[in-house]
């Protein structure tokens, strides 16, 4: 059974950055896409990127177009999403989740990770 864990949120000022991971474990994500979602209190879960099992196709949610980037590392087993000029409406608990067939940004994913507290405060 395929099982996923976020790591690498945190507390950081607006426009700082940090980069989650997402690691693998119980199975080989090379035939997953992999998408990250967030939610945050009062909210809906929401995608936020995704990104094709071969790694040639990624989308994002306009909301972190040109600040965010997912990519995946086949030899570690990982996803990451590098988040850059953070603002504080980008703080959530952010979710790894990987199913086979097309990445999309619907929650429609068979795998889901605990979750990752990013805080966006100054």
């Known amino acids: 059974q395929l099982q996923l864990v976020e790591s690498g949120g945190g507390l950081v000022q607006p426009g700082g950055s940090l980069r989650l991971s997402c690691a693998a474990s119980?199975?080989?994500?090379?035939?997953?896409?992999v998408g990250w979602f967030r939610q945050a209190p009062g909210k809906e879960r929401e995608g936020v990127s995704c990104?094709?099992?071969?790694?040639?196709?990624?989308n994002y949610a306009d909301s972190v177009k040109g600040r965010f980037t997912i990519s995946r590392d086949k030899a570690k087993n990982t996803v990451y999403l590098q988040l850059n000029s953070l603002k504080p409406e980008d703080t959530a608990v952010y979710y790894c989740?990987?199913?086979?067939?097309?990445?999309?940004?619907?929650?429609?994913?068979?795998?889901w990770g605990q979750g990752t507290q990013v805080t966006v405060s100054s």
């Open positions: 989740a990987a199913k086979r067939g097309l990445a999309t940004m619907l929650v429609l994913y068979a795998h």
């Open positions: 119980g199975g080989t994500l090379d035939y997953y896409a």
């Open positions: 990104i094709s099992s071969s790694g040639g196709s990624t």
